[in-house]
Structure formats: structure tokens, C-alpha cells
């Protein structure tokens, strides 16, 4: 049951009650003699007897059943209400010229599950006075149809519910992602196979299915009769199931329905997460708003935004003869709709980007941004993840794409990128070597321009650079590209942590991407897009909605932040929050223009040469390639990002060569399409 609510209208109605009773109290007391005891007492515990089903207190007529059978006949006849509660006002009392009989104007309200229109009427009972009773002078005469308008004999209230249709998740300029599909559910019809045959029949049909016999056979003997036991739910146009072979095998059904669905399975899956049959956590707390056996959100969007897509459940009430089961209905509440839910994605490039990724066995991901807005337009996570989004949570080390911030706080020191740097096969630092990648270019080394150092990745030239930024002006550079440890951004996600104090060694790994500088594949697609778009660039992927923005805050506050496993790889620690951070400086178009000549630069005289020759406008991009593990087991994060036009790009895979090797084909190949 639903917890109690105050609105206008209860306040209204309330009002309105009180003024009719002052004034037909005062009708009744000029109406007759001031002998006549007050009827109102009686009509009072009528009215309290009638909300609570305790008819104790009621006086009533000799002719009327004793309180206790009432009470049963009550209790037999609201039974299918459930646990919705009524309210009983007296609204006017009405002494007959005789002063030995009155009326009592009755409303009625029942507050029904499921929806916030009660159920409410008008009623009168009979009064009799009794003159020889000083304590109890006027008494009150049952009759059934207290209980609800025309009420016979045997007839019995129910409510039943509808469950809403649930809003579609659209894209870029309103394109169906998740819409209404059709499917079929295949299972055992209980009618169509003997009793004694039902376990060979569930098994058979679970050995085609591939799924668990034992469970399954179990389930479809448990059954009743006539039940029809679900085995599984598959788009009509599933290639990986043949519907009429499956329908042949025996007592086999296939039921035709729709549910909400993407347009593949895969589709952004770890990021607008799935549908399913309400859970017993879901359903306990919605306070009454989600029911056992609905659809509900289960994971990612579609659970943080529930509330905005599942509509308004509507609501039927009936009064049931229990005699041929003749119906009258008395009240019909219709469903509302859900809202649709928008946003940015564009459905060719994230079928696109996993269509890349649908090879790669660890985890990767693939996000692309338009600078101009934020959209984010693919958030794609390939199949190694195992369900979770790595493209937005996936927590990692950058390597030396996060060279694009230590840059940028490098010319906030005075730097051009034509300063002169050194970049010397080796730099130690408090008795740690830091040396550069296996081969890397001879030509780099030595005194070198800050952008063939950044070109080539010089890791060298950017330590020995260290003294120009510490680890605080390091994180508002981040911050200033966007990586803003705090952000909120309306669906879960995590940009990046900068730590604010570090030892010299750890200030060393920070500059070129390691040591405790995480981020995620969303949050190097926003350092690219703030470097495209030539200010911070705050990406978005739910278009701004009151009632969605309303809806999905209610959901990150009452799950604690990014739902279903969102959390860092096992490789790498999970990022401390970092709240009560000074305001972010902007990035400005000056320091835009020299990151964009660096990172053209990588394409020109860098690692990334493969991109040169990508039609459309020049490419800006930045490698990078970060060691996780121990010893032995070392292993490398491959990273790229870039600038192409009005779309940036982050390409990461968890284990690989390196960014140029592995991630650069995939973006080479995600561009070219």
C-alpha cells in the first residue's frame, strides 16, 4: 500500500465537509425541538465503523445483524481491495418531521492501491430513535450498499491493475533505440502434453535450448494444470533459434508478445542496462508504485530512470457476483504512458564502434563526443568487460594520453610549444629510473621542441619538466580539460581522479599518466573534446528533461551513486571521491591552439601516423600506453585519443602492445566509417 498522502484536493474536500456539516448541524438543531437527542453521534460511528471494519461502537437497529457478523460481511465483500483503506465523512443529518427516524448523508472515499484517484461516493443510512435509551437515542440501521453504490447480495469488490506501456529510450533526433519488439516466449503449455509426460517434455525442450534440464523439468512438473511454463524469450528475428523446430517438439508453445528491446541485444547495453520482471528489493521499494510481475528497469538507464519510463499503472474496479460472475464497474482508472527517454547517442556510430570491438577479448571500450555540445554519440564496452560499461566507469591508468594535461600545465608555467626541452634516454628521480618506450625515435632525444617531445612521447622531457607544475596545479590542468573528479552527469559515470599531493616519484608517474592518476575512456574522450572545442567540455548522454533530470536524481540518490558494478578493473585501485574543490579555471582558446598544434603534431611527426591519411578534416591525436602489474605479469593499457572535426574519440583497450599498435587501428578504422 501506497504511504499516506496530503494533496489540494484531500485538503479541499476536507474543507468542504467541515462547512456542510456546521451548517447542516445547524439546520438539524432549528429543524427540530430542542428535546430531540442529536442524531449525529450515531451517523459519526457509522461513518468510523464503515473506514475501520470495527463495528463495535455502532449503535444499531434491532433489525440489523450483531456488529461481529458486519464486521465478516464487510471484510468477505473489500477482501479483493487488498490493503487499501477507506475514510467515511458525514456530510448532513436530516431529523424526519416525526423526529423519530433521520438520514445521514454519508461520503466515502477508498484510497486504492496504485493510483492517487480514490474511489470515492455518496451514501445515506437510515437512522431510528430509540426513546427509552438516554445513552444511545438514535441507532443505525445496516444495509450492503454502505459498502459501495447498488451493492447486492454476493456481490464482491476487486480491484486489478494495467500496467502502463513503458517509454521508449530514443537517440539522436528521436531514433528508436529501446521500443516495443517483437518476441516470442517459448515454454511448456501444461494443456497440451499428458500429466505423466510433462518432465520429458520440459526436458526436451530445454536440451534444444541449451539451457538447464533439471531446473527446468522441475519448474514445468511444479505447475498447474493449465499453467504455461516460460522457458525463454527470444526476438522473433533471433537467427540463433529455429521458432518452428522449437514449436514442433511436444506440448511446446510460442507465445507471440512485445517487449521493450534495442535493436540488437549488445546495443549500449552496459550503459542503458535491461528490462526485466520487477525484483522483491524493486517492488518493496517503490511503496506500492511497482507491483509483482511488472516490467521494471534492472540495470543502467533503464533502472536509474524507472520512475520517468514506466508511466502510471491503470486501475479497474468491479463490484463481482459470486453467483455466474456477473461484473458491474465502478470505477476505471486508464494507464499513462511513460515518458520517452532521450538521448545523444547516434545509433550507426556506437553500431559501429562495437561492431570494433566485438573481437576484442579483454576489456575495451570506444566513446565519441561532439565537442561543439558534449553528446556523447557511442559508448560502446566490448565483450571482455563482462557486462560492465567500461567505456563510462571503467577506472584506468592514461599513460600518455594524459600527457595532453601535463602539457597544458606545463604552458600555464610559461611553455610554447616551441620551447626547448630535454628529452635524455633516462631521468631518475629520488632513485627511480624513468625511461621511455622500447624504440623510442634517436632523432627525439637530446634538446628538442616541447612538441616533437609531445609528438614522439618523450616520458623523459615530461618528468624532467615536473618542477613547472605540481601535483595541485597538475589536477586543475585535468579539471580545466574535464576531467572533474565530482561530476555529476545524470547517468553513471566517472571522468577522472588527479591526486592533490604526491611524492616526488608519484608527481613523476602522474605527469605521464601512471602511478594514481586513473581515468576512464569518457573521461579521455572529454580531454579531447575540450582540446577540439577550445574550452571545458562537459559531456552529456541523457537529453536535460525536468521530470528525467527529476526521475534519475531520485535514483543516484537512493542507489549511492553509478548502479550495477560500476567500479574500477582489477587492475588498478578504485579513485577516492574528491569533494570541496575551488571552482575549475576554463580552459581558454590560446591554450586549445597550442594543444591542438601538439597533438597535430602526432599525426605529422608521432606515433600516430596511420591517421594522416583519414579523409575529412586533419586529425589531432594523442598515443598512449600504461604499464599495470608486477614483474613477470607487467602488462599494458593501450590508449588513443583524438580530434577529428566536430567528433573526439577515446579508443581503449586493458591489454595490448601499445596505443599506437593496438588502440590506433581501431580508431583509424572507427574514423574511416
Known sequence: MRAARTTGRDAARRWATAVLVAASTTAGLAACSPSVPDARPAADALADALGSGDFGAVPLTGDSPAPDEIAATRAAVVEGLGESTATATVQEVTVAQDEQSATARLAVAWDLPWTDQDWSYEVTARLERVEDDAEQPWRAAWQLPLLGPDLTEGERLTVSRQ?????????????????????????IDRTRVAEGDVDAAARALAGALGTDADAYAARAVAAGPKAFVEAIVVREEDPSYDLAALGALPGVTLVADEIPLAPTRAFARPVLGTVGEATAEIIEASEGAVAAGDQAGLSGLQRQYDDHLRGTPGVTLRAVAQDGGAERLLLDVPPVPGEPLRTTLDLDLQTRAEGLLAGIEPAAAIVALRPSTGEVLAAASGPGGEGLSTATVGQYAPGSTFKVVSALAYLRGGLTPDSTVSCPPTVT????????????????????????????????AMIGLRDMADQGELLAAARSLGLEPAAELGFPAFLGTVPDEASATAHAASVIG?????????????????????RTVVPHLVVPDADAAQAGTRAGDAEGGPADGAAADD?????EPQDDLPAATPLTGDEASALQAMMRA????????????????PVLAKTGTAQFGQDADLRNHAWIIAVHGDLAVAVFVSEGDYGST????????????
Open 163 to 187: 500496467s502502463a506501456a513503458r517509454g521508449p529510450v530514443l537517440g539522436q533526433g528521436d531514433a528508436a533505440i529501446v521500443v516495443d519488439r517483437p518476441v516470442r516466449r517459448i515454454g
Open 429 to 460: 628521480v629520488d632513485g627511480r629510473t624513468f625511461q621511455n618506450f622500447p624504440g623510442y625515435p634517436a632523432s627525439a632525444l637530446g634538446d628538442v621542441p616541447l612538441r616533437t617531445a609531445f609528438a614522439n612521447s618523450c616520458n623523459t
Open 514 to 534: 601512471q602511478g594514481q592518476v586513473l581515468t576512464s575512456p569518457l573521461g579521455m574522450a572529454t580531454v579531447a573534446a575540450s582540446v577540439g572545442a577550445g
Open 571 to 575: 587492475g588498478d585501485a578504485s579513485a
Open 602 to 617: 602526432v599525426v605529422t611527426e608521432g606515433g600516430a601516423g596511420l591517421l594522416a591519411d583519414v579523409p575529412g578534416d
Open 662 to 673: 593496438t588502440a590506433g587501428p581501431l580508431l583509424r578504422a572507427f574514423l574511416a566509417g
